[in-house]
């Protein structure tokens, strides 16, 4: 079994009338089976309210399936018992920084994880040292997070993440609020995580140029998952995409239009290099 | 409707520990009708500035005149000043509050001291300029999608009759789709009222496709003010700010290394589909 999987997983949120009353039914998941492989990259796209977020919450048991089943390494999120140990394996990354920041120090802020799960203390320094030098923030250790660039606050997250050791971190949007460094430095520090201390990671985000060095892509619409291949596969179906309101890097999208000017480059260019070398080679 | 910044400095915490030199000496003339982008990495003092243009925040030193009235003089009406500059947040839909959307877009005009008549008219066509659907005009505001929300929040500021719309970061969040859709909107009312407008962006790719002005903040400081194509064409400078230039800057630079003759001063897709068919015409 996978680090992550689901069986017909279905989430309703229920708005209920002041006398409780059951007054509408939202299926924001809707029979999602996913299998997600230890070590791996996968992104997950789709428009706003396509059910991303709530299908990731489901991924460290914040929220519980109304119907289907996930498990976490194994473990069925379902099981109270079991609560602290899917926490500790998948860590959750949210959008905005500075709703996740509570230590007036950053050292102090990353090691608040490890300390709530009763770690020993010097294994807690141990642990926030690693973490820190994981998202290249060591040298900020003693500083206070409010002085942070948001790149550096939402690697700061990271390294919270990081220091609760978990095999697989989920991030929802965390480069939605950042400047084009602060997005490069979150997409280098998870795919370094990723490649060198082999954590699975899953990637919800708007951006598709984000998306080009996952191994797997899925397409959520309408709380389903309607597309999933590797990203070659995904974004050589341009027009499928943006039916479901998506898009493709912009690579891809000039490889496309070009392609129909009668260019004869090949399908699903995802890179500068690769399309350069192809208009080098026709030239 | 012009504003001119002379010599504007602003220091948050002056004459404390935490003095920080926001603004470093600005000149800026913003014209009438004009569509300017901002850019700047995080704490490069985008937000600072443009809360200048509305005298949220007085400058430390120097003057803000608006149609050729110093703004900080003591009988210059302020008020007027914020119904004529209209300036829309980040995240704005957090400041919806009211029971439906109508409503909520006629709290600005009412608050001027407007007829009722006047303000449900001004509601009716902020809402109509923004696209937004009828039908939906009754709906609690907490119900919408992401992008639905920012468009009421963006006509709650148009419902004012500004002369200059400034807004924000006004995509962050939002799917493609959205991100798109937004943008057009508001360069379709650029266009039929023409209204200045002011767009503060982390996204390079598009400010290239929509501003006529771009102007780079840096350390306080204006770096760059003049078209996207002259300043795109500074991009090793603009990555040494923590900024970058839109995707299709960077393969023309790589095709032009790789002795492919085309011009590099290209910032959208459609320019660069057309210069690259061009060179392999005149191959």
Not at chain 1, 116 to 123: D, K
Not at chain 2, 32 to 42: E, L, N, V, W
Not at chain 2, 85 to 110: A, W
């Amino acid at each position: 079994m996978g680090i992550i999987k689901s069986k017909n997983l279905v989430f309703e949120y229920i708005r209920r009338d002041e006398e409780g009353n059951v007054e509408a039914i939202n299926r924001a998941v809707n029979e999602v089976n996913i299998e997600i492989k230890q070590g791996d990259f996968v992104a997950i796209l789709g428009h706003n309210g396509s059910g991303k977020s709530t299908l990731a919450k489901h991924m460290n048991a914040i929220l519980q399936p109304t119907e289907g089943d996930i498990w976490i390494d194994g473990k069925d999120t379902k099981d109270i018992d079991q609560l602290w140990e899917i926490r500790k394996t998948a860590g959750m990354v949210f959008q905005n920084p500075d709703n996740q920041i509570i230590g007036t120090v950053v050292e102090e802020d990353v090691g608040f994880g490890p300390e709530n799960i009763g770690i020993p203390t010097p294994q807690i320094w141990e642990r926030v040292e690693k973490g820190l030098k994981a998202v290249n923030m060591l040298s900020f250790r003693k500083h206070s997070p409010n002085k942070l660039s948001g790149g550096q606050k939402q690697r700061v997250a990271i390294a919270g993440i990081v220091a609760m050791q978990p095999k697989c971190i989920v991030l929802d949007e965390p480069t939605a609020m950042l400047d084009p460094n602060g997005r490069k430095e979150v997409i280098d520090t998870i795919t370094r995580l990723n490649k060198e201390e082999g954590v699975t990671v899953i990637l919800i985000t708007h951006y598709m140029e984000e998306v080009i060095g996952a191994d797997k892509v899925y397409v959520m619409d309408q709380g389903s998952v309607v597309m999933e291949g590797t990203p070659k596969e995904i974004f050589s179906r341009v027009d499928e995409l943006k039916q479901y309101r998506l898009d493709v890097p912009q690579v891809t999208l000039l490889a496309e239009e070009l392609k129909e000017s009668g260019v004869s480059l090949s399908d699903g260019i995802l890179t500068i290099d690769e399309l350069v070398n192809e208009i080098c080679q026709l030239y | 409707m012009s504003i001119i910044l002379d010599k504007v400095n602003y220091i948050y915490g002056s004459e404390t520990a935490y003095e920080l030199h926001a603004l470093k000496d600005i000149n800026l003339v913003i014209e009438d009708g004009q569509f300017i982008g901002i850019i700047g990495h995080t704490g490069s003092g985008k937000s600072t500035l443009i809360q200048h243009f509305n005298g949220l925040i007085k400058p430390t030193s120097g003057s803000i005149y608006y149609n050729g009235e110093d703004i900080s003089d003591s009988d210059f009406n302020k008020k007027k000043l914020r119904s004529k500059v209209g300036l829309v947040f980040q995240y704005p839909e957090h400041q919806l509050f009211e029971v439906n959307v109508f409503e909520d877009v006629c709290f600005g005009p009412r608050n001027l001291g407007l007829s009722e008549k006047e303000a449900q008219l001004r509601a009716y066509e902020a809402l109509k300029m923004v696209g937004f659907e009828e039908d939906l005009f009754y709906q609690s505001p907490f119900e919408l999608s992401g992008g639905q929300k920012r468009r009421v929040a963006i006509a709650g500021v148009l419902a004012m009759k500004p002369d200059i719309l400034i807004l924000d970061e006004p995509t962050a969040g939002l799917d493609p789709k959205g991100r798109d859709e937004i943008l057009e909107q508001i360069k379709t009312l650029h266009e039929t009222t023409n209204m200045t407008v002011i767009l503060v962006s982390h996204s390079m790719e598009d400010v290239a496709k929509y501003v006529d002005r771009l102007i780079v903040m840096n350390q306080g400081e204006v770096k760059y003010d003049d078209t996207p194509k002259e300043v795109f064409g500074h991009y090793l400078e603009l990555e040494e700010m923590g900024l970058a230039a839109p995707q299709v800057t960077y393969i023309m630079n790589r095709l032009r290394e790789k002795n492919i003759p085309v011009n590099v001063n290209v910032t959208t897709i459609e320019e660069a589909k057309e210069e690259i068919l061009r060179v392999f015409k005149n191959r």
